[in-house]
């Protein structure tokens, strides 16, 4: 089952559709591994930034994954699925191989899942139809997952995405996933829910702060003088080190590079009636600032914006900036992240 990077339509409609309605996408590409057995742990506390032992038998944590040198190398979503089972899924870094290497001697079964497919029901009205054939679907809370049936067929359903909408991740047997996707786009056509590219993500990630290695990374922006790498206080995603917890990988490092920030990511507010460009320029008083790392259009609430790389003294909220780009040249503001809904209410609603 083939990512859909884009469908023979305007991309526009498909956000709107996941901002209002709801839209179904095949996320199948993320990587699935299961971790089995009482080591397993001690093997993700040590190469993630999360306390694994506040995480119970059907709920998930965000977590990080770092180097020796405390800089970023993924990021992933860990689902504890049972007392001494635990599933990651994670994007294009090296989790796979930390996990392989850390689980090497310990009682720990490490199996990457290349069946799992991951159908991603995102919208308001994702719960609306999944509530006609799941059961308790309403009350499941957000970053916690199910074990049941859809129409029949064996999945889990976890409530989580990568939009910043209420959302549903649907992990299916491979032999399952094309009548679950079919069946879901037939039903769901009379609600407004339609299927959405995977290139869609890049516009809803912009509005709600959802980074994606390595595109908003020093591995496709690096520094002349530096290998690869970035630290979460830069990302901004300090937040994944779970209050007080130490030993995991790269933990002194990361402790050590607060305050030594070389940039930070931040919002831009483009004044422009379409996109700036992967890569354009970000300029502040005739000098060179950052690099627009995602750009995104709303044609709900007309505006451009960005994630960019901003120099540590014009990431703050409206900084007066401009873009230097292939096809827009523009003023903007530095804004802080996210566009769409701040406070985090609709992916945490309940009911």
């Known amino acids: 089952m083939g990512t859909a990077w884009t469908y023979e339509k305007d991309m526009s409609e498909e956000h709107v559709a996941i901002r209002t309605k709801a839209g ?15 080591h397993a742990i001690a093997v993700l506390d040590y190469i993630t930034t999360r306390d694994m032992t506040k995480i119970y038998p059907g709920r998930s944590v965000y977590a990080c994954m770092l180097n020796d040198r405390g800089h970023f190398t993924d990021d992933c979503i860990v689902y504890r699925t049972g ?6 899924v994670h994007g294009s870094g090296s989790g796979y191989e930390e996990i ?28 609306d139809y999944l509530a006609k054939y799941v059961p308790g679907i309403r009350d499941l809370k957000y970053f916690h997952h199910m074990q049941t049936t859809l129409f029949g067929a064996p999945v ?18 491979g032999q399952d996933a094309v009548m679950i996707w079919d069946r879901i786009v037939a039903e769901g056509k009379e609600m407004g829910i339609i299927p959405c590219c995977f290139s869609v993500l890049d516009m809803l990630r912009v509005e709600s702060y959802l980074l994606f290695y390595p595109y908003d990374n020093s591995q496709m922006y690096p520094f002349a003088d530096q290998p690869p790498g970035d630290s979460l206080w830069e990302l901004g995603l300090d937040f994944t080190v779970s209050p007080g917890k130490t030993g995991f990988r790269g933990a002194e ?20 009636d379409g996109p700036a460009d992967l890569g354009d320029e970000v300029y502040a008083e005739g000098k060179k ?4 790392t ?6 709900l609430t007309k505006r451009s914006m960005a994630i960019a790389r901003l120099d540590v003294d014009k990431a703050v909220q409206g900084a007066k900036l401009e873009v230097h780009g292939k096809n827009l040249n523009a003023r903007a503001i530095a804004h802080t992240l996210t566009f769409d809904d701040p406070e985090k209410k609709k992916r945490t609603a309940v009911g």
């Open 294 to 299: 995602c750009p995104s259009y709303s044609t």
């Open 289 to 292: 600032v950052g690099v627009i």
């Open 253 to 272: 490092e990361h402790a050590r590079l607060k305050g030594r920030e070389r940039f930070k990511i931040f919002g831009m507010l483009i004044d422009a």
């Open 100 to 127: 392989v290497k850390q689980a090497a001697g310990r009682n720990c079964a490490v199996l990457f899942d290349d069946d799992l497919h991951d159908l991603s029901l995102q919208g308001p009205l994702a719960v």
């Open 156 to 173: 889990m359903i976890s409530r989580t995405g990568y939009t910043g909408e209420r959302g549903y991740e649907i992990f299916v047997r």
């Open 24 to 38: 179904i996408m095949d996320v199948s590409g993320l990587k699935k591994v299961h971790l089995v057995g009482p």
């Open 83 to 88: 007392p001494n089972s635990w599933m990651l």
